[in-house]
């Protein structure tokens, strides 16, 4: 029998049937990954089935409800597996992203300083960056705001790219909805005196162009970061009882 892994990959999709299969492979080949769970957004394609066919354990949304909530769907699937093997401690949840194609497979130096113990969570920063089709504006909101209330700047505080123990996910949450999904778990880990790192990593994903529909997805973003910071400011503001 093969020793147990202590890494689960959690990879959240909707319509990625053209890259999901190559990034479960690659994903499944990161030293200690032993589990790679996709979670089907709500997806029109054949998601769901490339994905199983590559080896994932697949959870299906029947309809999509965003970012925030395919990450917890996530983790509790990796929660109930381990429960019923009953095989030993929880492991380190690796979240990815479903279009990252044969890059996941570099994405292992993200779990050393959690296992390490040298940090609670780790954020990617990609070596290569790429010039995407908007203006900054979603990227220069996450940061400063984060920066505000945590007094740390994150150089990509976007990147759904992270690593983080099972207490520092459960501390984390509940989520904030949507796209302020990972400012909002930056600004309160950091809040809980929990360790954040960043570290650079040669992953690449497909870049959003300047199109109609990347541009509304950058608005989506937008809201969802400022929902995140405001909450998050105005839990700061309120009077202790």
């Known amino acids: 029998m093969s020793p147990r892994g202590d890494l689960a990959v959690i990879i959240s999709a909707r319509n990625e049937s053209d890259r999901v299969g190559a990034t479960v492979r690659a994903a499944a080949r990161i030293a200690g ?3 790679v769970i996709v979670v089907d957004d709500g997806s029109t394609d054949g998601t769901a089935a ?5 080896g994932a354990v697949v959870t299906r949304h029947a309809r999509t ?29 690796l979240f990815l992203d479903a279009d990252l ?3 996941a497979g570099f994405a292992g130096p993200l779990a050393e300083p959690v296992r390490s113990g040298a940090a ?26 984060t920066e505000r209330l945590t007094g740390w700047r994150p ?19 509940p989520l904030a909805r949507g796209w302020g999904a990972e400012t909002g778990m930056t600004i309160d880990l950091l809040g809980k005196g929990m360790v954040v ?38 839990w700061r503001r309120a009077p202790v009882s």
Do not use: Y
């Open 33 to 35: 990954a032993d589990l």
């Open 50 to 54: 490339i994905a199983a066919g590559a």
């Open 65 to 93: 409800r965003g970012k925030a909530a395919a990450m917890e769907t996530g983790a509790e699937t990796v929660r109930v597996i381990e429960a019923d093997r009953a095989d030993g401690p929880a492991r380190h949840l």
């Open 101 to 103: 194609a044969d890059s």
């Open 120 to 145: 609670d969570m780790t954020i990617a920063v990609f070596a290569d960056r790429v010039k995407l089709g908007g203006h900054g504006f979603v990227l220069g909101l996450a940061s400063a705001g």
């Open 155 to 173: 150089a990509q505080p976007l990147n759904g790219q992270r690593c983080l123990t099972r207490a520092a996910f459960e501390a984390a949450r």
């Open 197 to 234: 790192r960043e570290v650079t990593a040669p992953l690449a994903h497909r870049a959003t162009g300047a199109e109609l529909a990347a541009q509304v997805h950058r608005a989506r973003q937008f809201a969802g970061v400022a929902a995140a910071l405001a909450a998050r400011h105005a």
